[in-house]
């Protein structure tokens, strides 16, 4: 905990946001929105891992977004890049301490319903665990969060209202769905995606949902959405590399921006 400590010391003298965006592969968009006063580097923040990814930057954005105080992670740790689990939700832990109680997050996903096309953006409804990692495994930190936090409602249903509406009023086609997160780096395959299909999920991903855990278990509101970047037909599978799955990102980013962004400029105090 003292590195977490050290880092939320760190940063807190700096600004005291009211919320955290982690953003996701190739979507950069959010950037724009928020009136930036000081960006810090990931390698000059203790315990903060060097971001390896195509897509991500690796720095801490501090501005504003309204009248809200926002820092931002552009880029985020994947478990793929060899990363443990608290290496990956040490920026959450580090959020705690500095007092930020809301927590919006973007990610890229392959769709696995035919309506979720690339280039379209699903709100995270609720997620299902297949990383072989749990964030909260080991000693329970008790001053963070109780030992065996309820998951009944991982994704904040006022956060996901809010959302919703900012949608509407925007007339955007935001869907809704379950999102699964896999360890990676290695694509599904067609039998796999058949089988993450058969177990309810809508969207797979490489991220997300050990950040959220930790956010849950932190007492942080949860608000994730995905920029769906390819269809996973196992029927009819096809390859999904790196650069279509940014292209696509790119394309859905504007959306998850504008509902991020309309949800903290409109209706929240």
Known sequence: MDIERQAARRLSSIANPDTAIILGTGLGDMENAIAVNETVEYADIPGFQKSSVQGH????????IGCHSVVAMSGRFHLYEGYSVKDVTLPIRVFSMMGIRRVFISNAAGGL??????????????????????????????????RFPDMTQ????????????????????L??????????????????TRMLKYLGADAVGMSTVMEVIQAVHCG????????????ND??????????TVISMAQKASPVISDIFKGVLDNHLS
């Open 113 to 146: 319903r035919p309506d979720l096309v690339p280039g379209s953006a699903m709100m995270i409804t609720d997620h299902i665990n297949l990383a072989c990692s749990n964030p909260l495994t080991g000693p329970n930190q008790d001053d963070l969060g109780p």
């Open 175 to 192: 869907k809704k769905g379950v999102y699964v997160q896999v360890p990676g780096p290695s694509m599904e395959t067609a039998a796999e």
């Open 154 to 173: 991982p994704y904040s249903h006022r956060l996901m209202d809010l959302a919703q509406t900012c949608a509407d009023n925007n007339k955007v086609d």
């Open 57 to 64: 930057s690796g720095r801490l954005l501090f501005g504003e």
């Open 220 to 231: 942080i509101e949860v608000l994730a959405v995905s920029a769906i970047t390819n269809n």
């Open 234 to 243: 196992p029927d009819d599978y096809r390859p999904a590399p790196i650069e």
